[in-house]
């Protein structure tokens, strides 16, 4: 389309900011309003300390917004629950909208919530609109990536993705969520209560099983700490030796007893050696590391923003990152 899309932001968070931020620079995207019930009344702007949205009112309630503004897409960022998104992708699919959202559980939810997936994509194909869940992982590094890295492989033994990740540098509450400076028994007991978890994970293990056209058997998934061996602090926070500094996770998709797809996501306080890495066996073999790794807020916000066109132009439905063309960073 020569116009500017028209973007709504819902969910004006950390993560929910960068994303009108960064979408508010682009030619081709016009915000038109927020929505987030902790800021109503509130000034995007100012909230954004961007000059361009000053004046632009946060508001607390989407259909009012929705029915003023008549966007051509939503920009969610509010949960990682597809239960909890549920009734905010009903209200906005009632106008017929296309969502993009950060949503973990919804990068592939046909693994854990077919029924759900199916509502949504009835809903969005009667409304002729698209719905889109994207992110850095899941979304991309750990599932989009490695499938668009096999169309030059005649075959594919294996994949192996490896997200490591020094918390030291990432904001306090995300040190807080993976149990940095618990002790172990208080890691493992937030671990069965369902509070440390790094969401999205096995949808991860399926979409790349979807991508390559694999029947997996089964998918398991660990969640370890990650132990410190001598004290180590971030700016905010001092973890001692023996207190847990982060945490490991590792999700495996098996067939006939072996692990063809193994992801490995893990972050902590004091690690050494931080990497965005694939590793394919096949023909040919394929290694792809990213020294450092990539600035995960930095990135969620990039492949929310990138994804508008593919989406505003995709066939309606639900629709997850190997559905629509390859995103790419736009003006």
């Known amino acids: 389309m020569n116009e500017p899309i028209k973007a709504v932001q819902l969910g004006c968070g950390p993560i929910g900011c960068s994303i009108a931020k960064l979408a508010a620079s682009k030619s081709r995207i016009d915000i038109v309003g927020a929505v987030d019930p902790a800021f109503a009344g509130g000034d995007l702007g100012e909230l954004l300390d961007d000059r361009s949205l ?6 607390g309630d989407a259909r009012s917004t929705l029915e003023r503004t008549r966007p051509d897409v939503v920009l969610q960022a509010t949960s990682s629950s597809l239960a909890q998104v549920l009734p ?45 869940a994207s992110g850095v992982n899941p979304g991309f590094l750990m599932d989009a990536w490695p499938v668009f890295m096999t169309g030059i492989s005649q075959d594919v033994d294996s994949v192996v993705c490896i997200r490591r990740q020094n918390a030291a540098h990432r904001r306090l509450p995300f040190q807080r969520k993976i ?24 949808e991860s293990v399926a979409m790349i099983a979807a991508g390559l056209g694999l029947q997996l058997d089964d998918v398991h998934e660990t969640i370890e700490p990650v132990v410190a ?8 926070l001092s973890v001692a030796a023996g207190q847990v500094a982060g945490v490991k996770q590792v ?34 073999d394929l290694d792809v590391v ?12 990039s492949a929310i923003v990138n994804a508008v066109p593919r989406v505003v132009s995709a066939p309606p439905g639900l629709k997850t990152m190997i559905d629509i063309p390859p995103m790419a960073a736009f003006q």
């Open 54 to 59: 000053n004046g632009l009112t946060i508001t």
């Open 88 to 132: 905010q992708l009903e209200e906005v699919l009632e106008f017929g909208v296309n969502v993009v959202s950060t949503c973990e559980e919804m990068s592939y939810p046909h693994f854990h919530q077919p029924k759900l997936s199916e509502k949504i994509d009835r809903l969005a194909v009667q409304r002729d609109a698209t719905v889109l």
């Open 179 to 202: 149990g940095a400076g618990l002790s172990v028994d208080a890691f493992r007991q937030r671990v069965e209560d369902g509070q440390i978890r790094h969401v999205g994970l096995p």
């Open 229 to 236: 061996k001598t004290d180590v602090r971030s700016e905010a």
């Open 251 to 284: 999700a495996n998709g098996v067939i006939d007893g072996a692990a063809v797809i193994r992801l490995e996501f893990s972050a902590y306080i004091g690690a050494d050696d931080p990497q965005d890495a694939v590793h394919i066996k096949g023909s040919p």
């Open 290 to 301: 990213i020294p450092g790794g990539v600035h995960g807020d930095l990135a969620t916000a």
